[in-house]
């Protein structure tokens, strides 16, 4: 165990070194990717300022809910973005190089890459909380939490996406697709989704656990629900690591097409 942590480690300081490398490429992408996200939050003061509330969620709900969601997708491309290359790593045969090491597959597999834009996101997504304490009094002392929490959930629901590729041929941009349609999901007000999309979100797609429940937790001072969070999140996050894995064992065995001999 502590062999591992200690490449992962190694791993990501490499990857990040490499980023560091390229600071004016960096620098480029991250302000863009803030100037696209400046696009988006006017339209959620637009619709709150004609609909105060929406089953309790207000303004200040609906910018965490973005802060955070935004915070973990740059978390999780700046430190694990080869997590969203799986499928691609698959069709590319670039498996077979992990299996010829002597440590986990899945960490080789999940920081072999970076993305420089993460850094801008994370950052992004921070003053925003800033701003929402600002002006609405939002409480921030869970948020080192609420992001650590939702990054976990985000990295298990793509891992868990990721890993479907091990059964489908060409599946990196339908793949890329669902990521960003989970995350867009997981930034959006929690009672818009009810019913079936409701157990979804908490589920098969677990956005609700991204940033529903721990904000609605935060919002209505309900810590009790913070213990069935941290469940339902090591929960996933084992469930999504088994899948992985069991794909993995199709691609050991050959039964996988496209795998390069």
């Known amino acids: ?8 480690m190694a791993l990501m300081g490499m990857v990040l070194k490499s980023a560091a490398s390229q600071r004016g490429a960096v620098l480029l992408r991250g302000v863009s990717s803030l100037l696209i996200h400046l696009c988006y939050i006017p339209v959620w003061f637009v619709m709150f300022s004609r609909i105060p509330s929406i089953n309790g969620w207000g303004i200040e709900h609906a910018l965490l809910a973005y802060a955070v969601a935004t915070s973990c997708w740059g978390l999780v491309s700046l430190l694990a973005y080869g997590l969203r290359t799986i499928p691609e790593q698959i069709d590319n045969g670039e498996m077979d190089g992990y299996l010829t090491l002597p440590q986990p597959v899945l960490i080789s597999a999940a920081i072999c890459t970076s993305k420089s834009t993460g850094l801008g996101e994370v950052i992004f997504g921070i003053a925003v909380c800033v701003y929402a304490s600002i002006h609405y009094g939002t409480n921030l002392s869970y948020l080192p939490l609420l992001i650590l929490l939702g990054s976990a959930i985000l990295a298990g629901g793509v891992l868990f996406i990721a890993s479907l590729g091990f059964w489908m041929r060409q599946y990196y941009s339908s793949a890329e ?13 929690a009672p818009i989704f009810t019913g079936v999309f409701q157990l979804i979100s908490l589920t098969i797609l677990p956005f609700g656990l991204m940033t529903h429940a721990p904000i609605q937790m935060v919002a209505a001072h309900q810590t009790s ?17 088994s899948f992985f894995y069991l794909g993995l064992k199709r691609y050991e065995s050959g039964n ?3 795998v390069r001999g």
Do not use: D, Q, T
Request: charged share 10%; glycine share 12%.
């Open 1 to 8: 165990m502590g062999g591992s942590f200690r490449y992962a």
């Open 177 to 189: 697709e669902i990521y960003f349609n989970l995350n867009l999901m997981s930034s959006r007000p």
């Open 225 to 241: 629900l913070l213990s069935l969070v941290i469940i339902g999140v090591v929960g996933y996050c084992i469930f999504s690591i």
């Open 256 to 258: 996988r097409f496209g």
